[in-house]
């Protein structure tokens, strides 16, 4: 009798365990579980919801990128390989987390009005609990949706729900369980909040909230007086122009002040992370490109553009914008016969890019970062860091005599153009913001 029921005690611990591997959470909830955020908002939290409704936060899945992505890459990836049926589900663990949970994956399109349209709601982030685990990564959050809901403080009275403090609800932990990603090949396809961890604004205790989520007076809650010191709902990101730009200051300078043609100028730019708290780019790495222009105009208006000069380190080739294609692991979800890829850049070749690599398991860059089995250089710039980069300009004998100027331009776009384009992206998401520019001017004597 005790071995029996040794036996099922054994067998019990293997199926929890089991469990646990496959992200035991999937098809363990309903959708009628959780709260519609119109809800919260409509009828008690109005600015928090504006707020929300106008953040990525309440477009994960709805997004018209994301859409793509899922549906024409990820989910025909599964289809045409069955070692990729998990991201069916593991997508939505994060950009659609009640579709998850319900075990409703793939969901149905955006178009259908469904409630994995609902993305990362309320009703999601208020009731997680903590997570699984040393580290916060793959939506390894623990939720209990019910009526309790987390809230950053002490003593919150509310007629419609019980309130309770969690400390976790403040920590970058929160964040990191659906920032930071390891793809089945073991990399790390996401690392903001480990980046974050390495990096200076740990020490200094600043976590993501206080950027994304930034305090100020607000009344959080209907008939309630204005908070100090509210936390907003903002979760500005790349998807922020004003975010965007300024995270880099640019500054750029001449050895010498003169030359007449043929002479050689080295030209050093300095660029400054005085913004992010994590790497720039972060996150979504394999889609984002960051490059930096220079170009000299003459006094008579004639331009020259200057190539960046090589540092010589492994795998610089990838920092350096250049006539090569890539991503053709897309074939296999397209169902495309030879396809040669495209191209990998989009930018003036020459150009500084900073980036890091993905590469498939065949050594490829790739932006599905599901397929992802290891990296290039990460040649981003960390929170704080400052990176150099020299121009060698051999001034041509057409040059015209008088004031040239030299003007650095660091550039970012969302989506590497290429892709978006050949993907039917919307241009939006290829559109070029402008980081920062600096310019420093030299006399081409006659
Ligand atoms: C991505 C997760 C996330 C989502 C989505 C989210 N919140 Fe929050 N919310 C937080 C965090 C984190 C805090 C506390 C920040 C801290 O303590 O650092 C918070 C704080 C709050 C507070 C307390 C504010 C204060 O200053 O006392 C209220 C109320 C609130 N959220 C309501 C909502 C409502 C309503 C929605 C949906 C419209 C929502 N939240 C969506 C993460 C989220
Ligand atoms: C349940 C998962 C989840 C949690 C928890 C979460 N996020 Fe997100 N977050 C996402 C997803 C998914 C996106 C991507 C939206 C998209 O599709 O572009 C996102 C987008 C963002 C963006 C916008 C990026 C852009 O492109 O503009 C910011 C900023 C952000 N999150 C910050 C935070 C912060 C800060 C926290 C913690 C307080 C947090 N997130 C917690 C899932 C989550
Ligand atoms: C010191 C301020 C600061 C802190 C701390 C900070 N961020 Fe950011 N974050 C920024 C700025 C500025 C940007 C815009 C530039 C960019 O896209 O990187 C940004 C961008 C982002 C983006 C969009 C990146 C992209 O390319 O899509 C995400 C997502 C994000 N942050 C999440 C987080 C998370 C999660 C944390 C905590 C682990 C965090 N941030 C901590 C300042 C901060
Ligand atoms: C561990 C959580 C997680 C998983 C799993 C995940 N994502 Fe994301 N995804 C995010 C976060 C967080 C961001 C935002 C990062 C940023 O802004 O840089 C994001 C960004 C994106 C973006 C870029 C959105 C933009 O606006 O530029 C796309 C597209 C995307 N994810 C699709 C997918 C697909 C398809 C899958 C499944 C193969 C997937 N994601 C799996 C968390 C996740």
Redesign the pocket.
């Known amino acids: 009798m005790k071995r029996v029921l040794l036996v099922m005690m054994m067998l019990a611990l293997a199926w929890a365990l089991l469990g646990m591997e496959e992200g035991g959470k999937e098809g363990s909830i309903p959708y009628d579980k959780f709260e519609k955020p119109k809800r919260c908002g409509t009828s008690c939290h109005e600015n928090i919801y504006r707020q929300w409704e106008q953040?990525?936060?309440s477009?994960?899945?709805t997004?018209k990128?994301?859409e793509i992505e899922y549906f024409d890459l990820a989910v025909a990836h599964a289809n045409a390989d069955p070692a990729f049926e998990g991201v069916k589900a593991a997508c939505d663990?994060?950009?659609a987390?009640l579709s998850y949970l319900a075990g409703d994956n793939p969901p149905p399109r955006p178009s259908e009005g469904s409630r994995a349209n609902e993305?990362?709601s309320c009703d999601?982030?208020h009731t997680?609990t903590g997570f699984e685990g040393d580290t916060p990564f793959n939506?390894n959050?623990t939720i209990e949706p019910g009526r309790v809901k987390y809230g950053p403080r002490e003593g919150a009275e509310s007629p419609h729900h019980t309130t309770k403090k969690s400390d976790f609800?403040s920590t970058?932990e929160?964040?990191g369980?659906?920032?930071n990603e390891k793809s089945d090949f073991g990399a790390w396809v996401k690392a903001t909040q480990i980046e974050w961890k390495e990096g200076p604004y740990a020490e200094e205790g600043v976590?993501?909230?206080e950027?994304?989520?930034t305090q100020g007076p607000m009344t959080t809650a209907k008939g309630e007086p204005v908070r100090e010191d509210a936390w907003m709902h903002?979760?500005?990101?790349?998807?922020?122009p004003g975010?965007v730009r300024g995270t880099i200051e640019v500054r750029i300078h001449p050895d010498l002040r003169m030359t007449e043609p043929g002479g050689l100028l080295k030209f050093t730019c300095a660029l400054f992370n005085q913004k992010t708290g994590h790497k720039f780019p972060t996150?979504?790495v394999e889609d984002r490109i960051v490059w930096l222009h220079v170009e000299a105009t003459d006094a008579d208006g004639n331009s020259y553009h200057l190539p960046v000069d090589k540092k010589g380190f492994d795998g610089e080739e990838y920092t350096i914008a250049a006539d090569v294609l890539a991503y053709q692991d897309m074939e296999v979800p397209l169902g495309l016969d030879d396809f040669e890829g495209i191209q990998r850049d989009g930018v003036p070749y020459g150009d500084r890019i900073f980036r890091m690599p993905y590469f498939d398991p065949q050594g490829r860059m790739t932006i599905m970062q599901w397929n992802t089995k290891s990296f290039g250089p990460d040649y981003r710039i960390g929170p704080k860091e400052t990176k150099t980069e020299h121009f060698t300009f051999e001034i041509p004998f057409e040059a015209a005599p008088g004031e040239m100027t030299v003007t650095a331009t660091l550039n970012y776009k969302?989506l590497v153009e290429p892709v978006g384009k050949f993907l039917d992206v919307p241009a939006e998401e290829y559109e070029t913001i402008v980081v920062n520019s600096h310019s420093t001017t030299v006399e081409i004597l006659p």
């Open positions: 953040a990525m936060m477009q994960c899945y997004h990128w994301d663990g994060c950009h987390p993305s990362v999601v982030c997680i939506f959050w609800l970058t929160f964040c369980t659906c920032h976590h993501c909230q950027c994304h989520m903002l979760f500005h990101g790349a998807h922020d975010k996150g979504s969302k």
